[in-house]
């Protein structure tokens, strides 16, 4: 893994989707999703998509992930950031292939970035592909990217009532990680509280509790997300 990361994914003029344009963009995104889910599949690719606020600690999960992981699959990741490849050299180093997208100021990826990032990658090669969302809790929700699965990463940190004032990104989730449990009572926050709020917005949806700092509950969500 000595050699450079490389060039950062951005999306050309013209082809960036924005949240507020009409309804026919998030069709056409969805056409792309469905283009890059079929050929995932066709390669035997699994991907994820990872998806929780800024510093929710998707990041951590996925390195704690590729450290489970990476003797039983072949493993690469996404990282989405408006700016710079911080997060992902960080994941990197843990001996995986990385492609870091910028979306300079939008607040989501969307199908066709990832489309753009799959071609710098050999599918042949690969089981696994961890896609990390840009930090939000709204707009990726919109936005599928041809994932089989996606998780969403909330910290206790984050207060109370995450969950129940940003319902939308939990309705297509199949696993949700709340974070951070250490600092639960610190916080003042009740993980069994947190845990029905899921639930009372997606009852189909698995809930881990986890402290990806110390890889507590990541053996779950491995298990949760079928892997």
């Not at 050929?39 to 035997?44: T, W």
């Not at 696993?175 to 947190?194: F, H, P, R, S, Y």
Request: aromatic share 4%; net charge negative; glycine share 8%.
């Amino acid at each position: 893994m000595s050699k450079p990361l490389g060039d950062v994914v951005k999306a050309d003029e013209g082809e960036v989707f924005d949240i507020e344009l009409e309804e026919n963009i998030l069709r056409a995104n969805q056409k792309i999703a469905d283009e890059n889910r079929d050929l995932l599949r066709k390669h035997g690719v699994t991907a994820i998509d990872i998806m929780g606020s800024i510093g929710a600690g998707k990041t951590s999960l996925i390195e704690k992930l590729v450290e489970l992981l990476k003797n039983r699959y072949r493993i690469a990741a996404f990282k989405g950031d408006l700016t710079t490849t911080i997060d992902a050299e960080m994941i990197r180093r843990h001996g995986v292939e990385v492609v870091a997208i910028n979306t300079g100021k939008e607040c989501h990826l969307d199908a066709n970035l990832i489309k753009k990032a799959v071609q710098r990658l050999d599918l042949n090669s690969l089981d696994l592909l961890l896609i990390e969302n840009v930090g939000n809790l709204i707009c990726p929700a919109e936005f599928p990217l041809g994932s089989e699965k996606r998780i969403v990463v909330v910290s206790v940190t984050e207060g109370p009532y995450m969950i129940v004032k940003h319902p939308f990104i939990f309705m297509d989730a199949q696993v949700v990680a709340i974070n951070k449990v250490d600092l639960a009572t610190a916080m003042g926050v009740e993980l069994n509280k947190l845990k029905n709020d899921v639930a009372e917005v997606n009852p189909k949806t698995e809930v881990v509790f986890t402290n990806c700092r110390t890889g507590e509950g990541v053996q779950e969500v491995v298990e949760a997300l079928g892997l």
